[in-house]
């Protein structure tokens, strides 16, 4: 069983920048593909950033060159940086593992994003 506490998250005005924390309770974290998915409600939700184990990252085009996603293996943690956040950036942020068919196994239960 794998238990993920996200946290980070809050009000910023345009342009602002927040950064997101997962906490994952789990003896594998070090092998996990971890990311990071958005959803606003009554809209599809969206992969935001992955990183593997070997510390590859991938991104949405939605936030290239605006976020940052990175991992802490001895703080069984990942990280969430975003800048220059925008109103479309709005959402409940989860973090998850995310197994080889790029399937998301395990969710934290999200921390809120708000850009006004």
């Known amino acids: 069983h794998v238990q993920l506490v996200e946290s980070g998250g809050g009000e910023v005005q345009d342009g602002g920048s927040l950064r997101l924390s997962c906490a994952a309770r789990?003896?594998?974290?070090?092998?996990?593909?971890m990311g990071w998915i958005r959803q606003v409600s009554g809209k599809e939700r969206e992969g935001v950033a992955s990183?593997?184990?070997?510390?590859?990252?991938t991104y949405a085009d939605s936030v290239k060159g605006r976020f940052t996603i990175s991992r802490d293996n001895a703080k069984n943690s990942v990280y969430l940086q975003m800048n220059s956040l925008k109103s479309e950036d709005t959402a409940l942020y989860y973090c998850?593992?995310?197994?080889?068919?790029?399937?998301?196994?395990?969710w934290g239960q999200g921390t809120q994003v708000t850009v006004s």
């Open positions: 990183i593997d184990s070997d510390g590859d990252t």
């Open positions: 789990t003896g594998t974290f070090r092998s996990a593909c």
């Open positions: 998850a593992t995310v197994d080889e068919t790029d399937a998301y196994n395990y």
